[in-house]
């Protein structure tokens, strides 16, 4: 309980409690307190003191003589002081050194603790040591002094920019790292930063393509879409943009080019249509003669013969049927074609046509004399009448 009693000059602690006590020369007051100087000179058996008044005696005086010398007290066991004692005439004073107090009991002395009082002029963290005490700064500050009563912030970002690889930003006492926008910390560091693929989660939120930048992304759209982030298809049919020289069909995201009945894409390309030579290929059924023109075909037939209803067969033309043939006597049929022959007694003319008199014995046989005619019509009666026109 040293330091917190009220004695005046000793105090012993005892269990659960303590007791003053007094110095040599003095003796403990009513009060259990305050000690009062005990006069020797006064008591029975003494001899007569002199004018000065001692107020203490030495342990070792028995006769209880007073003496008229000053005892210096310091000189035995330091006065019982913990640091200083300093004589006086009939007493002696203990002191502290600096950064201690004198305790109550006017011996002891006890650490003053600096930092109690204004946190010591500290301007951040105080320690008191035995008999002193010192100033510091906490993390992330420096000394503006030797004995650190002021402390300043340290600009870490100063210093390689923090260690961190993008943003560096200063706080009172600290820093701290950041990632641009579109950047995080790898693996849970707090300075490293490094690109975020936006494209891996949920696509970006692009409807079609999402492409990865550093720090960034951007969407777009397949061929034939329009848009970024949502795309619409572009109808290329409608736009006039498709090139295609005959028809074009929308799709989704495309088109495709087409070609009119008779017609056919250019080997070079699947826009431009050219006409479609039918005539050239095996899948015409023409019976005889397959004419081409411009997007389709007809069908034809040989001299002698005329197409039939379907457009495609030809059937033989009897061109006996129409003025018999221009035969003077008889006509007979053939297929493509046709003669004359006459009757008994007659020649066949050179025009293959007309009879003649056996009379007029020309040599020919009269018999038969085939029909020519360069025309295939296909009529019956445009043909007959070409031959009849000659």
Not at 241 to 249: A, E, G, H, K
Request: hydrophobic share 20%; with cysteine; charged share 20%.
């Amino acid at each position: 309980m040293d330091g917190t009693s009220d004695c005046i000059h000793l105090c012993n602690n005892t269990i659960g409690s303590y007791v003053c006590g007094c110095d040599i020369g003095y003796q403990l007051d009513s009060d259990g307190v305050t000690c009062i100087d005990i006069n020797e000179c006064d008591s029975n058996n003494t001899e007569e003191c002199e004018d000065r008044l001692v107020r203490r005696s030495l342990p070792y005086l028995t006769n209880r003589k007073c003496i008229t010398e000053d005892i210096n007290e310091c000189s035995l066991f330091n006065g019982g002081c913990d640091h200083y004692c300093s004589n006086t005439i009939g007493s002696y004073d203990c002191s502290c050194k600096n950064g201690y107090t004198l305790s109550c009991n006017g011996h002891n002395c006890s650490d003053i603790n600096e930092c109690n009082d204004d946190n010591g002029g500290c301007s951040q963290i105080c320690t008191n040591t035995m008999g002193s005490y010192y100033c510091s700064c906490k993390i992330g500050y420096y000394n503006l002094t030797v004995t650190a009563e002021n402390c300043s912030d340290i600009n870490e970002c100063e210093d390689n920019n923090g260690g961190c690889s993008q943003t560096c930003i200063n706080a009172p006492g600290s820093f701290n790292c950041e990632c641009y926008d579109g950047y995080d910390f790898i693996n849970g560091s707090t300075t490293d930063c490094t690109d975020i693929d936006e494209c891996l989660t949920n696509n970006g939120s692009c409807q079609h393509v999402c492409t990865n930048t550093n720090g960034s992304y951007y969407c777009t759209c397949n061929p034939g879409y329009n848009g970024s982030i949502f795309c619409s298809d572009i109808d290329e049919c409608e736009l006039d943009t498709d090139n295609c020289t005959q028809q074009c069909t929308n799709t989704d995201g495309s088109y495709y080019c087409s070609c009119y009945t008779g017609y056919i894409f250019d080997s070079s390309n699947n826009h431009t249509c050219i006409d479609d030579d039918e005539c050239s290929h095996s899948r015409v059924v023409c019976d005889q003669i397959c004419i081409n023109e411009v997007g389709s075909f007809q069908c034809g037939c040989n001299t002698g013969y005329t197409l039939g209803d379907n457009g495609i067969t030809c059937k033989d033309v009897d061109e006996c049927l129409l003025y018999n043939g221009r035969c003077q006597h008889n006509c007979t049929n053939d297929y493509g074609s046709y003669y004359c022959n006459c009757k008994e007694g007659f020649t066949l003319s050179i025009d293959g046509f007309s009879c003649e008199g056996s009379s007029k014995n020309t040599g020919r046989n009269e018999a038969q004399m085939h029909c020519s005619h360069p025309l295939g019509s296909n009529s019956d009666v445009a043909y007959l009448l070409a031959i009849f026109l000659e």
